[in-house]
Nanobody, 114 residues
Framework: QVQLVESGGGLVQPGGSLRLSCAASGFTFNSRVMSWYRQASGKERELVAASAGGMPNYADSVKGRFTISRDNAKNTVYLQMNSLKPEDTAVYYC?????????WGQGTQVTVSS
C-alpha cells in the first residue's frame, strides 16, 4: 500500500522553528520526487519545496528559511522550517507521484502565533 504519513506539526511562536517529517512506504523512495505543499484556510494548496535528490526547489516565500532534505535509508523526507511567520500557518502535506497518480499524506497543522 502506497502511503505517506506526516508528523511534526504544532503551535510555535513567530521566529521559532519546526521540523516536519514524512514517512513513505509502498514504493521505491530513492527515485521519487518528494514535495511539501501547504494550504492555508481559504486559500489554494501551494508548493513549498521539492526534492528529486539534486538541487531542491523552493517557493520564493520560504527561500532562506525552509530546508527540504531526505533520508533514503529511512524512506523519509523532512522540512526544516526556521524563522517562522504567522503567514506560514497552514496544513502541510507531503506529496509524490506513483504510477501517474498524485499521492498525498493526511497533512499536519502548523500554527505560528504568539
Amino acid at each position: 500500500q502506497v502511503q505517506l504519513v506526516e508528523s511534526g506539526g504544532g503551535l510555535v511562536q513567530p521566529g521559532g522553528s519546526l521540523r516536519l517529517s514524512c514517512a513513505a512506504s509502498g514504493f521505491t523512495f530513492n527515485s521519487r520526487v518528494m514535495s511539501w505543499y501547504r494550504q492555508a484556510s481559504g486559500k489554494e494548496r501551494e508548493l513549498v519545496a521539492a526534492s528529486a535528490g539534486g538541487m531542491p526547489n523552493y517557493a520564493d516565500s520560504v527561500k532562506g528559511r525552509f530546508t527540504i532534505s531526505r533520508d533514503n535509508a529511512k524512506n523519509t523526507v523532512y522540512l526544516q522550517m526556521n524563522s517562522l511567520k504567522p503567514e506560514d500557518t497552514a496544513v502541510y502535506y507531503c506529496h509524490t507521484r506513483y504510477l501517474g497518480a498524485a499521492i498525498w499524506g493526511q497533512g499536519t497543522q502548523v500554527t505560528v502565533s504568539s
